[in-house]
């Protein structure tokens, strides 16, 4: 089972950008999604989280600019960005708890992580 995480990149203050997160391999089924970030000097932190039931969970600092959804059919999730300001700069990583075919419990999985710069 793997992540693999896209959309990062370099955009200007106000700006926008949209994180994708597909997990792959023998997957049974996918508990609760989400991306966390990781600033220079900073702990990890949860942006957002999504149950496989479509509850949302967010960090006080991205409410009403970021969303957080997900497609269980492509074992997908996603992190629109918008409004983005310099202090959103940061490593994103995708998070997933995943039960694998024949595993019988559920594990945790990371994403590689992905760079998210806003300039100001």
């Known amino acids: 089972v793997q992540l693999q995480a896209s959309g990062g990149g370099l955009v200007q203050a106000g700006g926008s950008l949209r994180l994708s997160c597909a997990a792959s391999?023998?997957?049974?089924?996918?508990?609760?999604m989400g991306w966390y970030r990781q600033a220079p000097g900073k702990q990890r932190e949860l942006v957002a989280a999504?149950?496989?039931?479509?509850?949302?969970n967010y960090a006080d600092s991205v409410k009403g600019r970021f969303t957080i959804s997900r497609d269980n059919a492509k074992n997908t999730v996603y992190l629109q960005m918008n409004s983005l300001k310099p202090e959103d700069t940061a490593v994103y990583y995708c998070?997933?708890?995943?039960?694998?075919w024949g595993g019988g419990y559920e594990s945790d999985y990371w994403g590689q992580g992905t760079q998210v710069t806003v300039s100001s």
């Open positions: 999504i149950t496989s039931g479509g509850t949302t």
């Open positions: 391999g023998s997957i049974f089924s996918i508990n609760a």
């Open positions: 998070n997933a708890d995943i039960t694998r």
